[in-house]
Nanobody
Framework: HVQLVESGGGSAQVGGSLRLSCSASADALMYMAWFRQAPGKEREEVAYIDKDGSTTYADFVEGRFTITKDNAKNTLFLQMNSLKPEDTGMYYC???????????????WGQGTQVTVS
């Protein structure tokens, strides 16, 4: 069983930055991703990182966010710049041993960290 703990959320001004972290209790050999959910909306994928470090982003990211992973520390990051009000929501870290499951029904989820942009 893998436990994921997010941190780094908070409030930011429009155009500001936040850095989210997700600490995993166990390695790795996992695909990992960030999802978000705004009030009244469905959860959506933000970005994911492959086991080889390659990354994929949702279209709405538009080059503003960067997902990275420190394998030595089993920690996932999401650097968010040029924040917009529509980035407001609960951000979740997710992990799975299979990429297809990560994107559809990940096995492991964090508790979420709130991001508010105004």
């Amino acid at each position: 069983h893998v436990q994921l703990v997010e941190s780094g959320g908070g409030s930011a001004q429009v155009g500001g930055s936040l850095r989210l972290s997700c600490s995993a209790s166990a390695d790795a050999l996992m695909y990992m991703a960030w999802f978000r959910q705004a009030p009244g909306k469905e959860r959506e994928e933000v970005a994911y990182i492959d086991k080889d470090g390659s990354t994929t982003y949702a279209d709405f990211v538009e080059g503003r966010f960067t997902i990275t992973k420190d394998n030595a520390k089993n920690t996932l990051f999401l650097q968010m710049n040029s924040l917009k009000p529509e980035d407001t929501g609960m951000y979740y870290c997710a992990a799975d041993r299979w990429l297809s499951l990560l994107r559809t029904n990940a096995a492991y989820w964090g508790q979420g960290t709130q991001v508010t942009v105004s």
